[in-house]
């Protein structure tokens, strides 16, 4: 059970915006920055947005990120088949038990 | 450019041990927090642990501390990550991941991840 919840899946076909949300609490999402990581099959997980809605040089402007209370979303407009790939959210976690980076589930993305 | 490339993984027993180390690159190593992030086969991202660019300050998580020790030689250029006691849960590949000064959940490089198999 991770301790931010990210639906499971999301699909869209090509020119379409998707969003996925990614929910937390007081401790995580509420109190600290949120980071968004693609994971393209058998690859490792790349920095897609920083800081709930920066983007790192090089990622395009159809990704966008939003933050909102203890929630977050990132956004993919214009729909691309190579957008197909794993999406994890992530916050620092002032936890009671201990400082802590968490994670979403993790939203696989299907391109139709 | 920078590079991560971990390496140390492999097949080991329960209850065994395991180092895992990680070589960098193209950026100035002791200038920079570095983290290891692991992922079970079929599974989620799960953060690992995190050590200060000094190594003045280190964090755990829950499933590893007093298990696993994370340290780093500035020196070298490499970040490690002993693994004892190991468990079947264990099993994943590791990935280390670069961190940004300040925040500790912004990872802006990663390598290519070492698997680790735990099982009799």
């Known amino acids: 059970q991770s301790v931010l919840t990210q639906p499971p899946s999301a699909s869209g076909t090509p020119g379409q915006r998707v969003t996925i949300s990614c929910s937390g609490s007081s401790s995580n999402i509420g109190s600290n920055y949120v980071y968004w990581y693609q994971q393209l099959p058998g690859t490792a997980p790349k920095l897609l947005i920083y800081r709930n809605n920066q983007r790192p040089s090089g990622v395009p402007d159809r990704f966008s990120g939003s933050k909102s209370g203890t929630s977050a979303s990132l956004a993919i407009s214009g729909l691309r088949s190579e957008d197909e790939a794993d999406y994890y959210c992530?916050?620092?976690?002032?936890?009671?038990?201990?400082?802590?980076?968490?994670f979403g589930g993790g939203t696989k993305l299907t391109v139709l | 450019e920078v590079q991560l490339v971990e390496s140390g993984g492999g097949l080991v027993q329960p209850g065994g041990s395991l180092r895992l180390s990680c070589a960098a690159s193209?950026?100035?190593?002791?200038?920079?927090?570095m983290n290891w992030v692991r992922q079970a086969p079929g599974k989620g991202l799960e953060w690992v642990s995190y050590?200060?660019?000094?190594?003045?300050?280190?964090y755990y998580a829950d499933s590893v501390k007093g298990r696993f020790t994370i340290s780093r030689d500035n020196a070298k250029n490499s970040l490690y990550l002993q693994m004892n006691s190991l468990r079947a849960e264990d099993t994943a590949v590791y990935y280390c991941?670069?961190?940004?000064?300040?925040?500790?959940?912004?990872?802006?490089?990663w390598g290519q991840g070492t698997l680790v198999t735990v099982s009799s």
């Open positions: 991941a670069r961190g940004v000064p300040a925040a500790i959940a912004w990872f802006d490089y």
């Open positions: 992530a916050a620092w976690d002032d936890s009671l038990s201990g400082p802590r980076v968490v």
């Open positions: 193209g950026f100035t190593f002791s200038s920079y927090s």
């Open positions: 050590i200060s660019s000094s190594s003045s300050t280190i």
